[in-house]
């Protein structure tokens, strides 16, 4: 699958980069295999990841382990472009963070912790190494994250209802142009009753339709204005949001700064 590869950092031990995925179409690329193990964390859009039948959903939310020997296949959803940044172990160097996770391991990040990461990024891309080491960040944010309860291809564990809407809901919200929708709608575009969807996904996610759509549109938010977005107004109101103050409000909750404040660091 066509890709660029920008350097964030090298050390004896990993190397961080942000990689932006081209594909001309939404079907499974061909099979990798990774050369060291690999850490890939959420920047923008989505993308699906299968590994020995399991589907892991890289969600804007969800980090996602790539282990050596292990063979997986990509396919990106619609929407906007999609990036991740990807910290691999260098060859032969042994890492606790990239080593640690079992095969095929997800987290699930809350929104703090996706505002940490992309302040994390956002230095190393500038020079600035003048903070908590990559290594230490990764550990303490994943040790505190919560495992992405992510099912089989093949039907069993994530039920299929669940998939439908994770995926809807992804899709949606990284689609500026895409029209507003409830979760009746995520509903209707899972083929289930709102009642038992939302049982089935705190189920099987451990999140409700509600805090899992929570932290899609707060992780998009942390995107666009990680791009320059100078209409906070325009912003809530395309993500969802009845007002400014409504998205001001859910990110002095859920990440601890405004969005202007979040702006000015992410794009010094």
């Known amino acids: 699958m066509p890709q660029d590869r920008t350097l ?4 004896a031990t990993f190397r961080v980069e942000r990689v932006l995925l081209h594909s001309p179409s939404l079907q499974w690329s061909a099979s990798y295999e990774v050369a060291s193990p690999r850490l890939v964390l959420p920047s ?3 993308t699906e990841f299968r590994m020995a039948g399991r589907d892991l959903l890289l969600d804007g939310l969800t980090a996602v382990s ?8 990509m396919k990106p959803l619609a929407g906007a472009a999609r990036a991740s940044i990807v910290v691999s172990a260098q060859p032969g160097a ?13 987290w699930s990040l809350a929104p703090h912790a996706l505002w940490l990461l992309r302040r994390h990024w956002r ?17 303490r944010l994943l040790s505190h994250s ?10 069993q564990g994530r039920p ?3 998939q439908r809407a994770q995926h809807f809901m992804a899709e949606r919200t990284a689609d500026t142009h895409a029209a507003r929708w409830t979760l009746n709608d995520v509903a209707d575009a899972a083929c289930c009753s709102l009642f038992h969807l939302a049982r089935s996904f705190r189920k099987h996610t451990g999140l409700s339709l509600h805090g899992y759509r929570q932290r899609l549109r707060l992780a998009a938010a942390l995107q666009r204005l990680e791009e320059g977005e100078r209409d906070i107004a325009a912003l809530a109101h395309e993500l969802g949001y ?4 409504h998205l001001g409000s859910a990110f002095m909750r859920e990440i601890g700064v405004t969005p202007a404040s979040a702006r000015r660091v992410l794009t010094v």
Not at 123 to 139: I, N, S, V
Not at 242 to 245: P, V, Y
């Open 160 to 162: 299929a209802a669940v």
């Open 146 to 155: 919560t495992p992405a309860a992510q099912g089989q291809g093949q039907g």
């Open 242 to 245: 009845s007002s400014q103050s």
């Open 66 to 73: 790539l282990p050596t020997g292990l063979p997986y296949q």
């Open 123 to 139: 230095a190393l891309a500038r020079g600035d190494e003048r903070q908590e080491p990559t290594q230490a960040m990764l550990q």
């Open 94 to 106: 042994a890492s606790d963070v990239v080593d640690a996770p079992p095969a095929c391991a997800a």
């Open 44 to 46: 923008s859009g989505s």
């Open 8 to 11: 964030l950092q090298q050390t």
